[in-house]
């Protein structure tokens, strides 16, 4: 009885919502009728001059139906308000945990990376948009610059971005020990000229193919693009990514290949003894692990990235520029 006596009032306000449209418009459509059968027959017409109060009230009832809609239109624009802000409350709560999951998803500092999570945070750090530096230290950049470039070529559009490439790489035009050959003679390490001349062609192949974005992402408002590529002579060990100041990523090239050296050009006679069945060793990065720091992760995060963006802007500054294609000759190659 207590529940059927406190919903009843509310049963007759739902009655009367529902029945109050319904009045209203069948009493206007009656004085609509009754004014206008006053026009044509005069009896009624003469009973209705002159009744002063039944215009009053007509004004009210009209009066009243606007108030009515307008107290309509203000409630709902009112819940319209309210129903937004707690759908933009609800996206804020859902951003919040989204990005909570995704730093607790990505490798702490000092964790193992793949190569895969290595692109998705440069991809990450180019959409943000703005300016984003990013830096490699590598062998030849094919397992940088290829998937790098497949993430410009699909960037929206932001006339503002402006994204930064430093690519440093090991200077080939000269002679170095590794990669090179095995000796079959002593097995020592030697130099291989007809690999280096390949690997300089695959780096130059690797610049021009990722300078060729600069014009792409001007023509699709994409944002502007620098391509850079500079040279040292040494031996491709260390494999050193670095987005931005806030993240860095390491390894090594710790996977080996002795094969025959197929880049050495063909002898017109038979093989000289020094020469004769030497191997060529080649270093393999597809696959290496790495090491992931952010300089959000505590004290030791924020050190490493601090000194590897250090060891790379030394070896920047003294590094020589890319040479040409053009460049390359057969004693230095």
């Not at 607790?104 to 793949?114: F, H, I, K, V, Y």
């Not at 002593?186 to 000229?193: N, V």
């Not at 880049?263 to 003894?273: E, F, G, K």
């Not at 060529?280 to 505590?298: E, K, N, P, V």
Request: hydrophobic share 40%; with cysteine.
């Amino acid at each position: 009885m207590a529940e059927r006596r406190t919903s009843l009032p509310g049963r007759m306000t739902a009655r009367w919502s529902r029945a109050e449209p319904a009045l209203t418009k069948g009493l206007l459509l009656a004085v609509f009728c009754v004014g206008l059968v006053a026009q044509f027959v005069r009896p009624v017409g003469d009973a209705l001059e002159g009744k002063t109060y039944i215009g009053g009230a007509l004004l009210s009832i009209v009066g009243y139906v606007l108030y009515a809609e307008v107290l309509r239109l203000n409630t709902a624009h009112d819940a319209q308000r309210e129903g937004t802000q707690a759908l933009q409350e609800a996206v804020r709560r859902l951003s919040d945990e989204v990005r909570e999951l995704t730093a607790r998803l990505r490798p702490q500092s000092g964790e193992d990376a793949t190569a895969d999570q290595l692109m998705e945070e440069c991809a990450q750090a180019i959409r943000r948009g703005g300016e984003v530096q990013l830096w490699g230290m590598c062998f030849t950049g094919e397992t940088f610059v290829e998937p790098l470039r497949r993430v410009l070529e699909d960037l929206p559009p932001d006339p503002s971005r402006t994204v930064s490439v430093r690519i440093l790489v090991p200077d080939f035009t000269r002679p170095i020990e590794v990669p090179g050959l095995v000796r079959d003679a002593d097995g020592k390490l030697a130099d291989a000229p007809g690999f280096r001349r390949y690997l300089v062609e695959k780096i130059t192949g690797y610049e021009r193919g990722l300078r060729t974005m600069r014009g792409r992402m001007a023509r699709k408002a994409q944002g502007t693009l620098s391509v850079e590529f500079r040279t040292v002579h040494m031996s491709p060990f260390l494999k050193l990514y670095i987005v931005g100041d806030e993240v860095v990523f390491e390894g090594i090239y710790d996977k080996l290949d002795v094969r025959p050296d197929e880049y050495r050009a063909p002898a017109p006679a038979p093989p000289r003894p020094e020469t004769g069945d030497d191997q060529l060793l080649d270093l393999i990065g597809h696959g290496s692990l790495l090491t992931r720091w952010s300089r959000y992760d505590g004290e030791p995060g924020r050190e490493v990235v601090a000194r590897r963006r250090a060891f790379f802007g030394t070896l920047w500054d003294a590094a020589a520029p890319l040479e040409p294609a053009s460049a390359r000759d057969g004693s230095g190659a």
